[in-house]
C-alpha cells in the first residue's frame, strides 16, 4: 500500500521536473542491493531507474529492518526508496556480502556503501562500527544524526572472482547497512601510481558551475553521483550543444559537462582547496574540461597545487570533453587548487567537473591460497553451519569462528587452528584438513565422523594438539603421531578403541615394510661412506677452505670461492663497475687472466639472503649464450658474492644515453634487442618451470665486447609453479617505467609482465629516450611516443643519432611489436616467441636495405597506430589542460 502510493508521487515528480531515468539496457554489470528489503522484493527505483534487488543472495546473516516511520514516507518524502529499510547484525562480530563482478577477477568497480540509522530499533542511539572491504579497513561509519545518510565510494581492483563488503562491531552498537551498489568500470581509468597499494575512496565529486542539477544522470554509465556546486565569486557558463564526451574512458556525463565554473573578475583565477586532518593522506584529482564557447578566442591556462605547477598551458577543446589527473599522488593535509591563465589565452579559466579521490591503502594480505582453498573445501564438505564469509583470518583479530592464524609482517596469515569441536560433522575426516601445513591445534571431537584416522594428519608437521574423541572413527591412530605423544611434541585425545595397546593391532602392512626400509638403510650408508670419501679427498685438493656448511644448499659445479678469494680477485675491491639494489659490482681478474664481475652483497641491502640465494639457485639452473654467464658465488661470514662473466660494454641503458661512444646503428639496435628477446624466450620457454624474470629493463641488459647482449640480474626472479596455474601473486617488484600496469594493480605475475618491460627496453632502442624522460618533465616514453603514433609521425621520435640510415618500414615494424608488447591487457600481449620472430623480420628487412638503392625507398608507413595505455596518451595530442574552481 505505501509502496503504491510511494510510487505515484515519484513518477509526479520524475515527470514535473526532471528525468533521471537510467535505461535497463546501461545497467549491465549492476549489481544494486536494496539491503533489508523483503525478499523476493526486487522493484525498480524511479527516482533513478535503477533495478534493485533484496540482499538474501549476497549474504545470510542479519535481519531485515524498517526505520522509523518518523525518517520514512510520507513524513520524509524526499527519502530514496533503498533507505526505507536496512539489514543490522545483531550477531557475529564479522558480517560479509559476497558480491561477484561481472567482470571477474582483474576487473576495475565502482562499490558504493550507503547507511541510515533512521532509529530503526527505537532506541535512539546512533551505532559506530567498521566497514572493511576484503580483509582492509575500508571506513569507520560514524552518523551525525538519524536521519544521516553515509554514503562511500571506492574504486577498487577485485584480485578474486568475489568481492567481499564487511560489516565489524567494534563494540559500539550492532552494524546495519542500507544499500549496496557496483558498478563496473573502464579498467584505464583511476589509475595510481606505481608504488601505491590501495584503491581510491571518494572524496567529494562536483558538477561545478550549476546548481540545479539532480547529481545522478541518465547518461553516466559508471552511475556516479555528482553534487552541484559553485561559488559566490564563479559565473556559471552553460550549453545545450552536445559535448563529445568519448575522448577517453572516464565519460563524465553530457549534462555535467555542459555547465561549468568560470571567474566572476576574468582576470582572477579560479581556486578551490581542501583539507584533512592526515598529513600523510594522499589524493588523485580528476579534473573535467571542454570550452562551452566558440568564438574568435584563446583559453588557456595554468593549474598549480600548492602554488606548484600541476599542468603547463592548458586548452579545453570545444564541446569536447578532456580529463586531466595527477599521475604522482599529491600528499598532504592541506590542498589548494589554483586555475589561472596563462600564455596567450584571452579569456577567464573554466572547469567543468571535478573529482577528488584519497588513496586507502590496502597493505593486509588475504589469508594464504593454500589454506583458503582448504578451509573452502572443509566448510562445502562438512556444510559448516557457522558464519564463515569473507576472508577466513582477516581482518586480523575477526578470523571466522573457530579459525585462529598466524599473522606475520612479510607473510599472508596462516590458519594455525581450526576448532570444529561439535558442529554435527558428518562422514570421514576431510583430506583437505591435510592440506593446513601450518595447523598446530586441530579438534574434531564430538561430532559424528566415521571412517579410518586418516594417515594424512602425519603431514601435519606442526601439529601439537589433535582432538577425535566422541566421534565412530575405526583403525588407529597412525604411529608416528603416537610416537610424537609419547615424547610430549603432540597432545593427543583419542577414544580408547583407536589406540592400539602394544601387538594387538600390528598390520600385515608392517611386515611388508621392514625388507623396504632395511634395504633402504643400507643403500643410505653406502651413500654415506661415498660422500665422506669424496669429502677427505677433496679437502686434500683445497685445504681447509670449504669449511662453510651454510653452504649447502648452493652445492654445484660452479666454483664456491672464499671471501679471500673474492678480495683477491678484485684486487681488494679496487675497481667499482656498477651499483644494483642488490649491491655493488666490482671488476675482478681470476687467476687464469680471464675478467669477471664481482657482486658484493651489501649488509645494508634490502634485498636480502633470500634474494641471493634465489639468484645463485636460478644461475645454476640456466645457461644460454644471451644470458649472463654465472662463474661462482662465495658465501663466507656473512659476505655473499656473485662473479659473473665480465661484459665490457656495460649495460644497455648507459651505452644508449652514453654520447661519447660510437652511436648503435639501426640494425646493431636490432641484434640487440633479438639477442635479448632470445634470452627472455629461454627463460620463459625454455626453462621448465617458467623463470619470470621480472625486472627487465636496458640496465639489465649487459653488452660484451663484440656488443652482443646478456640478459642480467635474476634476483628478482621467481620460478613459476609447474601446474596448471598460469600466474602468480606476489609482491610487487621491479622497476618504476618498466613495470606491467596489469601485474601493478592486480599483483598477478605473468611471463606477460616481462613481455610489457621489453616492448619499454625496445622503444628505448628505437628512440634513443630512457623510460622515463628526465629532461621532458618526466614523461613515461609511452606518453612521449602516444602522439606521434596517432599522428602516423614516427621520423621525429627516431634517435636521431641514427641519422636516416634505417629501413623506416623496419622501424614500424618494431614500433608495432613494442606497441603489442605494452598493452594494458596482458592476454592481448605477444608472447616472447612471437617477439623474437617479428625482430627477425625487421633486421631482415634492415639488412636488405643495404644491398638495394637507398633511394629507391619512398618511407610510406602503414596504417596510424594508437597506444594502447593510460589516456594521457590520448589527451596529449589535445592541445588543453584545465584546473579547478575555487572559492
Ligand atoms: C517493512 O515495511 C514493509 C512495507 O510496509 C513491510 O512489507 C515489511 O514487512 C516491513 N519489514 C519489516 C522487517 O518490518
Ligand atoms: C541531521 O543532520 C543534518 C546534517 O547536519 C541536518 O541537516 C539535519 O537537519 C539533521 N536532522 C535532524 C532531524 O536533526
Ligand atoms: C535553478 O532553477 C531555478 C528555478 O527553476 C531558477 O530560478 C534558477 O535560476 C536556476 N539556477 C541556475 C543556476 O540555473
Ligand atoms: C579583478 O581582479 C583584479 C586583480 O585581482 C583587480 O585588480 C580588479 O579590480 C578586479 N576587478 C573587479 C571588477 O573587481
Ligand atoms: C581573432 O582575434 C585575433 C586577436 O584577438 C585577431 O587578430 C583576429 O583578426 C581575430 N580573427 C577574427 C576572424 O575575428
Ligand atoms: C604556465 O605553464 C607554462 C609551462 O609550465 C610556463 O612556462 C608558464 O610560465 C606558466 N604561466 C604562468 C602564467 O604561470
Ligand atoms: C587485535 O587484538 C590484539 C589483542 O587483543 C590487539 O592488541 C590488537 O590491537 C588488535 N588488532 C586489531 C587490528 O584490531
Ligand atoms: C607464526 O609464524 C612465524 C613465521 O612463520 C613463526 O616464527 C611463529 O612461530 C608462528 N607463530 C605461531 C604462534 O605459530
Ligand atoms: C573448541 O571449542 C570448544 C567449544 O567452543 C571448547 O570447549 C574447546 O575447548 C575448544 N578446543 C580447543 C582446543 O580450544
Redesign the pocket.
Known amino acids: 500500500m505505501v509502496y503504491v502510493l510511494r510510487l505515484f508521487v515519484l513518477w509526479c515528480v520524475a515527470a514535473g521536473f526532471v528525468h533521471v531515468y537510467v535505461h535497463a539496457q546501461v545497467q549491465t554489470g549492476y549489481i544494486s542491493i536494496d539491503c533489508g528489503s523483503p525478499e523476493n522484493f526486487n522493484y525498480v527505483d524511479l527516482d533513478t531507474g535503477i533495478s534493485y534487488t533484496s540482499d538474501e543472495s549476497f549474504i545470510n546473516t542479519g535481519v531485515n529492518r524498517n526505520i522509523s516511520s518518523e525518517y520514512a514516507y510520507p513524513n520524509n518524502p524526499m527519502l530514496p526508496q533503498p533507505l526505507s529499510d536496512l539489514r543490522t547484525f545483531p550477531q557475529g562480530n564479522k558480517n560479509c556480502y559476497t558480491l561477484r563482478p561481472n567482470g571477474g577477477k582483474n576487473s576495475l568497480n565502482l562499490i558504493r556503501a550507503t547507511f541510515m540509522y533512521g532509529n530503526y530499533d527505537g532506541q535512539d542511539k546512533l551505532p559506530e562500527f567498521d566497514l572493511y572491504l576484503g580483509v582492509n579497513f575500508w571506513l569507520s561509519v560514524k552518523f551525525i544524526n538519524a536521519s544521516d545518510v553515509v554514503t562511500t565510494e571506492i574504486v577498487h581492483l577485485a584480485l578474486k572472482d568475489t568481492i567481499s563488503i564487511c560489516l565489524i562491531n567494534t563494540g559500539k552498537g550492532v552494524p546495519l547497512i542500507s544499500g549496496l551498489e557496483l558498478r563496473p568500470l573502464d579498467k584505464s581509468i583511476y589509475e595510481i601510481d606505481d608504488e601505491i597499494s590501495g584503491s581510491l575512496v571518494l572524496f567529494q565529486r562536483f558538477d561545478m558551475g550549476y546548481v540545479n542539477g539532480t547529481g545522478r544522470y541518465t547518461d553516466d554509465m559508471y552511475d556516479r553521483i555528482w553534487s552541484p556546486y559553485t561559488s559566490p565569486s564563479w559565473d556559471s557558463l552553460r550549453t545545450s550543444i552536445e559535448i563529445d564526451v568519448s575522448g577517453d574512458g572516464y565519460r563524465a556525463p553530457n549534462e555535467v559537462m555542459q555547465t561549468a565554473a568560470t571567474p566572476k573578475n576574468g582576470t582572477e583565477s579560479l581556486e578551490f582547496s581542501w583539507s584533512t586532518s592526515d598529513s600523510n593522506a594522499q589524493f588523485y584529482i580528476y579534473m573535467y574540461f571542454a570550452d562551452l564557447v566558440r568564438k574568435n578566442q584563446t583559453r588557456e591556462f595554468n593549474v598549480s597545487w600548492n602554488e606548484s605547477p600541476l599542468f603547463g598551458n592548458v586548452r579545453p577543446r570545444v564541446y569536447r570533453a578532456s580529463t586531466f589527473y595527477n599521475s604522482k599522488a599529491l600528499v598532504g593535509s592541506e590542498h589548494k587548487i589554483s586555475i589561472g591563465r596563462s600564455g596567450s589565452g584571452n579569456v577567464p579559466p573554466i572547469l567543468n567537473a571535478v573529482e577528488i579521490y584519497r588513496v586507502q591503502e590496502f597493505s593486509d594480505s588475504a589469508t594464504l591460497i593454500r589454506d583458503d582453498d582448504a578451509i573452502d573445501d572443509i566448510r562445502t564438505t562438512y556444510k559448516v553451519s557457522r558464519n564463515w564469509v569473507g576472508d577466513p583470518c582477516g581482518p586480523k583479530n575477526y578470523s571466522w569462528e573457530?579459525v585462529l592464524c598466524n599473522y606475520t609482517i612479510s607473510n599472508p596469515p596462516q590458519i594455525i587452528?581450526l576448532?570444529?569441536?561439535?558442529s554435527a560433522l558428518t562422514g570421514q575426516i576431510a583430506s583437505s584438513i591435510g592440506n593446513l601445513s601450518s595447523l598446530e591445534?586441530l579438534?574434531l571431537?564430538n561430532n559424528s565422523l566415521t571412517g579410518p584416522i586418516p594417515e594424512f594428519l602425519e603431514n601435519l608437521q606442526l601439529l601439537k594438539?589433535l582432538?577425535l574423541r566422541g566421534n565412530q572413527l575405526s583403525g588407529y591412530v597412525p604411529q608416528s603421531l603416537l610416537d610424537r605423544s609419547r615424547t610430549r611434541l603432540l597432545t593427543l585425545r583419542v577414544d580408547s578403541q583407536n589406540l592400539c595397546d602394544s601387538g594387538s593391532c600390528q598390520t600385515k602392512k608392517k611386515k611388508v615394510v621392514v625388507p623396504i626400509v632395511a634395504s633402504l638403510v643400507s643403500v643410505f650408508v653406502v651413500l654415506l661412506l661415498l660422500i665422506i670419501i669424496w669429502r677427505i679427498k677433496r679437502k686434500g685438493k683445497t685445504g681447509k677452505e670449504n669449511s662453510n656448511e651454510e653452504g649447502r644448499a648452493l652445492e654445484s659445479n660452479n666454483k664456491q670461492f672464499t671471501y679471500a678469494e673474492v678480495v683477491n680477485i678484485t684486487n681488494n675491491f679496487d675497481t667499482a663497475i656498477g651499483k644494483g639494489g642488490f649491491g655493488t659490482v666490482y671488476l675482478g681478474r681470476l687467476k687464469n687472466g680471464s675478467q669477471v664481475a664481482v657482486k658484493l652483497l651489501s649488509t645494508k641491502s634490502s634485498q636480502g639472503y633470500k634474494e641471493f640465494q634465489n639468484e645463485a639457485e636460478l644461475l645454476m639452473r640456466v645457461h644460454h649464450r644471451n644470458l649472463v654467464s654465472f662463474v661462482g658465488y662465495s658465501h663466507n661470514d656473512n659476505k655473499m658474492a656473485l662473479v659473473y662473466e665480465f661484459m665490457a660494454n656495460g649495460n644497455l641503458k648507459s651505452y644508449i644515453s652514453d654520447r661519447s661512444v660510437h652511436p648503435l646503428t639501426w640494425e646493431m639496435r636490432l641484434k640487440i634487442a633479438i639477442d635479448a628477446a632470445q634470452g627472455l624466450e629461454y627463460l620463459h620457454h625454455g626453462c621448465r618451470p617458467a623463470i619470470i624474470h621480472r625486472d627487465v629493463k636496458s640496465a639489465n641488459i649487459l653488452l660484451n665486447e663484440n656488443l652482443n647482449a646478456k640478459i642480467a640480474d635474476f634476483g628478482l626472479s621467481k620460478g613459476l609453479p609447474d601446474d596448471h596455474t598460469t600466474h602468480i601473486l606476489t609482491n610487487v617488484t621491479g622497476t618504476t617505467g618498466y613495470l606491467d600496469p596489469e601485474y601493478r594493480r592486480s599483483h598477478n605475475l605473468n611471463e606477460k609482465s616481462d613481455v610489457y618491460s621489453f616492448g619499454i627496453v625496445l622503444l628505448e632502442l628505437i628512440t634513443g629516450q630512457p623510460a622515463i624522460i628526465k629532461n621532458k618533465d618526466h614523461i613515461h616514453i609511452m606518453h612521449y611516443v602516444g602522439p606521434h603514433l596517432e599522428q602516423g609521425d614516427i621520423t621525429s621520435i627516431i634517435d636521431e643519432q641514427m641519422g636516416d640510415d634505417y629501413n623506416l618500414d623496419s622501424v614500424w615494424k618494431a614500433i608495432e611489436i613494442s606497441v603489442a608488447c605494452t598493452r594494458s591487457m596482458s592476454t592481448q600481449r605477444m608472447t616472447m616467441s612471437e617477439v623474437l620472430t617479428g625482430l627477425k623480420m625487421c633486421l631482415e628487412m634492415e639488412l636488405a636495405r643495404g644491398s638495394r638503392n637507398k633511394t629507391n625507398y619512398v618511407g610510406q608507413k602503414m596504417a596510424v597506430l594508437k597506444m594502447d595505455h593510460s589516456p594521457e596518451v590520448c589527451s596529449m595530442d589535445f592541445d588543453l589542460m584545465t584546473g579547478i574552481s575555487g572559492r
Open positions: 573457530g587452528s576448532n570444529l569441536s561439535t591445534t579438534d571431537s594438539f582432538d
